[in-house]
């Protein structure tokens, strides 16, 4: 009984250690879905295998409660992307204005969620899309979103979403391939 009693004290030790990060998650979420809007800058750098330099861009992102979301590139060239409940608007020089019904496009739909759904504090969206894995606690926080469709999961390796109570610092994404972005947000 003794040996089996070390087990269960383990085992049963378990779960507090789960349901603490449960709660630290929740009480991220809860403070994030209590923004009503962002305005911030960001700078964004990608690495591609192709590439000896990353690629650089700034620009402003905007978030309102609780479906909308734009990211609008100044440097080096203009690009819009904004999401908006289900419709995705991607303007760029050389293809123009096009809309997506995200509907229709579920490959897209989980990249936008990553960012919307975290800055909505939706855990139930991102956990359709992705398993959660989180680290830290509500002051200093980072969250990991792992695929769960294999198509997805081909392409994409990983969203770790950085941050401190109701502000996203960062979103770095890695890619299957090995290619990565890192894009810092900060107040403006």
Do not use: C
């Not at 700078?43 to 479906?67: C, D, F, M, N």
Request: charged content about 25%; aromatic content about 10%.
């Amino acid at each position: 009984m003794k040996r089996w009693g070390w087990l269960l004290l383990l085992l049963g030790g378990w779960p507090l250690g789960l349901s603490a990060a449960d709660e630290a998650l929740d009480q991220v979420m809860r403070a994030l879905a209590a923004v009503p809007a962002v305005q911030a800058a960001f700078r964004e750098e990608k690495t591609l295998a192709i590439l000896q330099e990353p690629l650089v861009s700034s620009g402003v992102l905007y978030y309102r409660a609780p479906a909308y979301l734009r990211k609008q590139t100044l440097q080096p060239q203009p690009e819009e992307y904004e999401a908006d409940d289900h419709w995705l608007t991607v303007e760029t020089p050389t293809d123009g204005r096009r809309q997506f019904d995200l509907n229709g496009y579920p490959q897209l739909r989980p990249f936008v969620e990553a960012i919307r759904a975290t800055q909505a504090g939706d855990r139930t969206t991102l956990e359709r899309y992705y398993r959660l894995d989180f680290q830290g606690t509500p002051a200093d926080w980072s969250l990991r979103l792992i695929p769960r469709e294999p198509e997805f999961a081909q392409y994409l390796t990983a969203i770790v979403i950085r941050g401190h109570a109701a502000w996203i610092d960062s979103v770095e994404t890695l890619e299957a391939d090995g290619d990565r972005s890192l894009m810092t947000v900060s107040p403006r």
